[in-house]
Nanobody, 122 residues
Framework: QVQLVESGGGLVQAGGSLRLSCTAS????????MGWFRQAPGKGREFVAV????????YYADSVKGRFAISRDNGKNTVYLQMNSLKPEDTAVYYC???????????????WGQGTQVTVSS
């Protein structure tokens, strides 16, 4: 079983940056693909980014490509999402999730954090 806790959300002006962190319990963290998803009010949860267990492979949604970067530190059981050039449309609750395979489908992820709010003002 894996438990995930996100942190680092907050209020930032358009054009600014935030770094989100997600720390996992369990000794098998490095075996999981780790994904970031987001959900705005009234909208479905959407894929943002995913990283392989070793950190060697990364994939991003088109909406964040070139602005966001996913990384992980397996020694700290932590995955990060560096968000640069933030836009008001990035405002959402951001969730991290764990999966045994590379996937962009929300329903296929096994474990989820509680979410952290990111608000981008104009």
């Amino acid at each position: 079983q894996v438990q995930l806790v996100e942190s680092g959300g907050g209020l930032v002006q358009a054009g600014g940056s935030l770094r989100l962190s997600c720390t996992a319990s369990g000794r098998t963290f490095s075996s999981y693909y780790m994904g970031w998803f987001r959900q705005a009010p009234g909208k479905g949860r959407e894929f943002v980014a995913v990283i392989s267990g070793s950190g060697g492979s990364r994939y991003y949604a088109d909406s964040v490509k070139g602005r966001f970067a996913i990384s992980r530190d397996n020694g700290k059981n932590t995955v990060y999402l560096q968000m640069n050039s933030l836009k008001p449309e990035d405002t959402a609750v951001y969730y991290c999730a764990a999966d045994r395979r590379l996937d962009t489908v929300v329903s296929n992820y096994d474990y989820w954090g509680q979410g952290t709010q990111v608000t981008v003002s104009s």
